[in-house]
């Protein structure tokens, strides 16, 4: 496959960074603006205040109402959205090609000219609130929450995205106003779009929105030291469940590292599909999950592989066992040639599948540009790809899957549930 897309890159004079991945063949163009701040840059008092924020981003500006946000680019047939994570804040659209210009005017809107009112700050705790309870109720999302607090606590990786209630309840104007003032800086904003886009075009639309933009802050992230590790096994009860859910994994490497391309590899040979071997022996052979799969996230300093299942609360330990099994495989035997090979073809073929869609191009995009400050084309991820062999993911599990480095944890019911 060759990739033909172009790629550029230019720099606003306050800072700000535009990069773009021109598509020709697609009619679309998906543009997001990026803000290196998420969850990781709040304190415990603050905790959930970056996804607020983003909430907030939406409910009125200078020169639009809630409704008008919501319908200038919908009725185009575009989409906007934002999701705030533990390193970044993204506010995004998806729109035709000729309503570039509309769809940078309406992010540009949202992101620099919201007022923050205290009536629709008041009205949105109880939205965000409500999003907090949703968590709370969907257990199978709730025990990755519970897993990253074991890996990383006291450290903010370990916040929840979304917050404490208590926290929430307690915002106010100038304490939203404090941390975009902290964070939303020039030096940590990026404009990345994909599609049929060009970049000069872009370039200058982005200036007349974003060019303005003055935060003399100009702060740089602080990457707090991440603690020492401390593998614990942790089960916390909840009596409004059915199943138990179980996380089991380790920290990993960061965003940089080129060891990621193995551990992507071992991801898919170990958890992803109905292929894998933890499906092939959890679900297939003993029948005891109907959910299982291995997962990954590679973050600026640090990154997480984990494990999770879902089955009955008397086969919680069966289930850490057969995990343990497949670990312990992946660190003494070698790949067979077959099956990696057939592995490397299933990561390559998800990873093109995936970016046949502007967003997720965007997306891609974005993250070479923060992470990296530098575009790996397709064809070059293809072929670091290909590149991993049977003991890179030998090496890769044995340093991964060590008892001294896994963390166990566990949400079941309570012991007196019927």
């Known amino acids: 496959m060759t990739d033909r897309s172009i790629y ?17 063949h697609v009619r679309s163009v998906s543009i ?7 969850s990781r840059d709040e304190t415990e008092e603050n905790n959930g205040i970056a996804h607020f924020i983003e909430h907030m981003a939406f409910k009125g500006t200078q020169k639009r109402k809630t409704y008008e946000i919501a319908e200038a680019l919908e009725s ?28 940078v005017d309406v992010l540009s809107d949202i992101v620099l000219n919201s007022l923050f009112s205290e ?22 999302e709730l025990i990755h929450e519970y897993f990253v607090r074991d890996l990383y606590y006291p450290h903010p990786l370990s916040f929840s995205i979304l917050g404490k209630r208590e926290n929430v309840q307690n915002y106010h104007r100038d304490d ?8 939303y800086t020039p030096n940590r904003i990026l404009i990345a779009a994909a599609g049929n886009v060009n970049h000069k075009a872009l370039v200058e639309i982005c200036d007349k929105y974003f060019g303005n933009y003055k935060n003399n802050s100009l702060s740089n992230r602080q990457l707090l030291k991440i603690p020492e590790e401390k593998p614990k096994i942790s089960v916390i009860e909840n009596p409004n469940i059915n199943q138990a859910h179980i996380c089991i994994g380790a920290r990993s490497v960061e965003y940089t590292n080129p060891k990621k391309f193995s551990l992507l590899v071992l991801n898919t040979i170990l958890g992803s599909g109905m292929s894998s071997r933890l499906f092939q022996s959890v679900r297939e052979t003993h029948g005891i999950a109907y959910s299982v799969y291995s997962f990954f996230d590679f973050l600026m300093d640090t990154g ?21 099994s497949e670990f312990e495989r992946l660190k003494t035997e070698p790949i067979p040639k077959e099956e990696l090979q057939k592995r490397k073809y299933q990561l390559k073929g998800n990873l093109m599948l995936g970016l046949e869609g502007t967003a997720n191009r965007m997306n891609r995009l974005a993250k070479m540009g923060i992470y990296l400050d530098t575009f790996v084309t397709l064809d070059d991820t293809l072929n670091y790809i290909d590149k991993v062999t049977s003991p ?10 060590t008892p001294e480095k896994l963390y166990t944890t566990i949400l079941k019911p309570t012991n007196n549930q019927p």
């Open 8 to 24: 550029n890159k230019s720099t606003l004079t306050n800072g700000i960074r535009v990069i773009s991945e021109q598509i020709p």
């Open 176 to 183: 939203l106003l404090d941390f975009i003032k902290q964070n």
């Open 76 to 103: 185009v047939g575009g989409h906007l959205n934002a999701f705030t994570s533990k390193e970044l804040t993204c506010f995004y659209a998806h729109v035709l090609d000729e309503n570039l210009n509309m769809a």
């Open 119 to 140: 009536e629709e700050i008041e009205k949105e705790k109880n939205v965000v609130i409500e999003e907090i309870n949703d968590l709370e109720d969907s257990p199978d």
């Open 32 to 38: 997001g603006v990026w803000i290196i701040a998420g």
């Open 304 to 324: 997480m592989f984990g494990v999770y299942i879902a089955t009955d609360r008397n086969k919680i330990d069966q289930a850490i066992s057969l995990t343990k």
């Open 392 to 401: 890179d993911i030998l090496e890769a599990a044995n340093e991964l899957f």
